[in-house]
């Protein structure tokens, strides 16, 4: 029986970035600064990870940042929840993590956030609301709920960001989380950062219904398709969403469409698409060149981009000597933080 040609994802479905800013110069400035920093931030991991630095599996953000940052606008720090999957090293880092820590971490090192215990997919840091990313797909859904109803019922004000992918949209805890969450109008935001391959399947050929911001319908959770490209689409969108939650409302369902430019890990070759197609999204709709357009309209200099470039560039080199000079954590590490004190 031939087998069935793989399905091209569309990523061309979004409409043509917009050239005007609908931000001042100074925010347009710190949403490219850290975008760039998760980016610059992503391609030494991977390079880490290719010296051998890394240990196990290596999810990269390259190409989504626009949706962490985006999103990170409506957060309030260390106040807010935020879970995401294990392609998580752009939220931390959008969260406010320290990149050190968060390098460290990566490399198995006891000055990671996570004592080096957690690696790249398992770490948190619940001094900026960072409850984790997590390995098993689409498990932070069920738990970001438990978030907004802890926050619910302590009567905090607090919002849970719940975040997971296409291929996650999929699993059936996700749609219990759903229920839940409406049943007890729950301050949750529920983000499917769509970027249109899950694991290694076009959504085309994986989800009979590929709306994704519709998928809590049945259950009467309102949702919304945003252009996961567009840093200041995301922000806001999200910015509606959490209004929306925090004076009571429930939870929400905002569809991301955004594009990952590595493979679903390291030790994907993405055989499943064309190098055209993907050069295409880079040239044509890349989230930092977009707002680069914007920041020339903006009247930003060369200079003030260089500055940025120059200081990330410095604090991604800092973060990779701190992480290769942070020893290993001694191996009683693994009798410590299994209980917490009440």
Known sequence: MAKAPAAKADSSKATKLPNTPQASKEDLLRFYREMVLIRRFEERAG?????????????????QEAVAVGVQESVKQGH????????????????GMDPKEVMAELTGRIGGSSKGKGGSMHMFDTATGFYGGHGIVGAQVALGTGLAFAGKYRGDDSVAFVYFGDGAANQGQVYESFNMAQLWKLPAIYIIENN??????????SSSTTDLSQRGASFGIPGEQVDGMDVLAVRDAVARAVKRAREGGGPFILEVKTYRYRGHSMSDPAKYRTKEEVDEVKKTRDP????????????????ELKAIDNEVKTIVAEAVQFAQESPEPDPSELYTDVYVEA
């Open 288 to 303: 930092i060149d977009h707002i680069k357009t914007l920041l020339a309209a903006a009247k930003a200099t060369e200079d």
């Open 80 to 95: 807010d929840k935020i879970i995401t999957g294990y392609r998580d090293h752009g939220h931390m880092l959008a969260a």
């Open 47 to 63: 390079q880490l990870y290719g010296m051998g630095l890394i240990g196990g599996f290596c999810h990269l953000y390259i190409g």
């Open 196 to 205: 249109q391959y899950a694991m290694g399947t076009s959504i085309e050929r």
